[in-house]
């Protein structure tokens, strides 16, 4: 296995396949994942714009993860702003790097790529602070959960809705850099009210 540091233009050159992880890794159907090229065409475009993939010896795509520099107008900046307390706001999405998919083949997970990926990814990066959403989980038994939390990321919002998913989401931050060091601190703040 192999992770690599992807331009925008490898994201569109292997576009249905980063496309076919996506669904895989969020049990959604294929067919409604690849009508969202376009989405992620638009993103490729975005300020900030990093991404990362782990590839087999045979360059299959295995897992990825991309984001950037989140911003006012943004759908998903805008809908998190909503429901954020203004100093929250202000705390953790005014210089703020957006990790807007991490995602690991099912046959491949618990071998720590997603971890691998995420600390690729937002390495280097001039944003303050890093955020992201994830489906609502027990924390016990979700390897994203556990990941996140051992990276210290803290809760912003909880049990949150985005327009079109029935499903409740966390939105959750960590400040930057990321360091794997952030792993089993105790008593490590699980609210950003207590982390501001």
């Known amino acids: 296995m192999m992770l690599v540091h992807w331009t925008a233009e490898d994201v569109v050159n292997r576009i249905n396949d980063v496309l076919r ?3 895989e890794a969020m049990d959604y159907p294929l067919d409604l994942t690849m009508a969202r090229r376009g989405f992620l065409y638009t993103h490729t475009q975005r300020a900030g714009f990093r991404a ?3 590839l087999a010896a045979d360059d299959q795509l295995l897992g990825f993860s991309y984001g950037y520099t989140t911003a006012p107008g943004q759908w998903w900046h805008d809908q998190v702003r909503s429901v954020l307390d203004p100093a929250v706001y202000a705390a953790w999405m005014t210089d703020c790097f957006e990790v807007v998919e991490l995602h690991v083949r099912p046959d491949v997970q618990g071998q720590g790529l997603g971890e691998r990926q995420l600390l690729a990814l937002v390495e280097g990066a001039p944003e ?4 992201l959403s ?6 016990q038994t979700s390897r994203a959960w556990r990941l996140y939390r051992r990276l210290g990321f803290v809760d912003l ?3 949150f809705r985005f327009p079109g998913d ?3 989401f966390a939105v959750l931050g960590q400040r930057l850099p990321l360091h794997p ?3 089993g601190r105790a008593g490590q703040a ?3 009210s207590q982390a501001t």
């Open 21 to 23: 992880v996506y669904a």
């Open 52 to 54: 990362v993939a782990t």
């Open 128 to 131: 303050r602070t890093v955020v």
């Open 134 to 139: 994830t489906p609502e989980a027990p924390e």
């Open 157 to 159: 919002v909880r049990h």
């Open 166 to 168: 029935d499903r409740p």
């Open 181 to 183: 060091t952030h792993a």
């Open 190 to 192: 699980r609210h950003a």
